[in-house]
T-cell receptor, first 113, second 108 residues
């Protein structure tokens, strides 16, 4: 079955560490996205990529980095510069125009300890 | 002004009730519209797309009014399993904007 897979499901990070969240899709979607969701709040866009080897900052890119070396993969690194990284991170993918909506992965819950 | 605004909720309704959610958006160039459902601590899942002519899927009816920049979702005969947060989503050339969501609890 086609889908989008995020790992790990839960991640604990110490202060000052960088961590990388994995996102893989086999839907043959061109576009991929990373969102952050905080309790009781809507989704906020961190980064997105429309094609391989290209990506753009979203609304809250500071403290995060991404790469898009393969169409199927769009990993997100949460760096030590991100001051408040505890959140629920969602990866999504879509066809190029978005008119069929996004498909989301099951999310990674990151906690700073 | 937020790009997508929804009823803040929460909505607490008895089983069998009809409940309506509203959403307004600010970008008149938006091209496509969706309702997503998100269960607690899970990812959002596409419930239905919203078309100008209105569309229905079982107990769910979605309406779009482009002139007023307004979207609605009607749920008839509410079930306990409808309890979730409903997200209004607006797309402009693959720039998706999400409302903060409206929480629905259906009680026995």
């Amino acid at each position: 079955d086609g889908g989008i897979t995020q790992s790990p499901k839960y991640l604990f990070r110490k202060e000052g560490q960088n961590v990388t969240l994995s996102c893989e899709q086999n839907l043959n979607h061109d576009a991929m996205y990373w969102y952050r969701q905080d309790p009781g709040q809507g989704l906020r866009l961190i980064y997105y990529s429309q094609i391989v080897n290209d990506f753009q900052k979203g609304d809250i890119a500071e403290g995060y980095s991404v790469s898009r070396e393969k169409k199927e993969s769009f990993p997100l690194t949460v760096t030590s510069a991100q001051k408040n990284p505890t959140a629920f991170y969602l990866c999504a993918s879509s066809m190029s125009d978005g008119n069929y909506g996004y498909t989301f992965g099951s999310g990674t819950r990151l906690t700073v300890v | 002004r937020k790009e997508v605004e929804q009823d803040p909720g929460p909505f607490n309704v008895p089983e069998g009730a009809t409940v309506a959610f509203n959403c307004t958006y600010s970008n008149s160039a938006s091209q496509s519209f969706f309702w997503y459902r998100q269960d607690c601590r899970k990812e959002p899942k596409l419930l239905m797309s919203v078309y100008s002519s209105g569309n229905e899927d079982g107990r769910f009816t979605a309406q779009l009014n482009r002139a007023s920049q307004y979207i609605s979702l009607l749920i008839r005969d509410s079930k306990l399993s409808d309890s979730a947060t409903y997200l209004c989503v607006v797309n402009n050339n693959n720039d998706m904007r999400f409302g903060a969501g409206t929480r629905l609890t259906v009680k026995p």
